[in-house]
């Protein structure tokens, strides 16, 4: 192998890293630069983000809550997928499997739904209390009051 054509190899497989394949995490959001896979609005508010990963695919982004809930009722729900939500305390990432939702009309989210998500019950409490709004609960518990192709 020359030199030429192993440097081209080495340029070749750092790209292929830096473009996600195999990443385990949720995506990274450019502010006002990443679109929502729903929607297709800029994402300017980060707290209220979703992102969701089907099995085999790559991970999709969402503007707001209600717009991951909206796509997934329009999809079938496709339950074997892995959800990652931004802590409205503490504006960062964590599992679906933590987030407890937050459910205010005083919540200005970008799509109007109202909803923010909280890493746990007791910070949701306390959530609910500071927006006066009520808990709304897990993910599967949005997911099951959300009617089949139609808005929360």
């Given at each position: ?9 080495v ?8 473009c ?33 990963q ?77 927006q ?19 808005d929360?």
């Amino acid at each position: 192998m020359t030199r030429t054509s192993a440097i081209g190899l080495v340029v070749v497989l750092a790209a292929g890293g830096a473009c996600g394949g195999g990443q385990d995490g949720p995506p990274a959001i450019e502010v006002d630069r990443s679109a929502c896979d729903h929607c297709g609005m800029l994402i300017s508010e980060p707290r209220f983000a979703a992102a969701y990963q089907a099995a085999g695919a790559g991970p999709r982004l969402f503007d707001d809550i209600g717009c991951l809930l909206d796509a997934l009722a329009r999809e079938g729900g496709a339950p074997d997928g892995r959800f990652w939500f931004h802590d409205a305390a503490t504006a960062a990432w964590m599992p679906g499997d933590r987030a407890v939702f937050v459910e205010s009309p005083r919540l200005r989210t970008p799509m109007a739904s109202g909803l923010a998500a909280y890493d746990g019950a007791d910070a949701a409490g306390r959530g609910a209390a500071d927006q006066g709004g009520r808990v709304a609960g897990t993910l599967t518990d949005l997911r099951k009051r959300t009617p089949e192709g139609g808005d929360l």
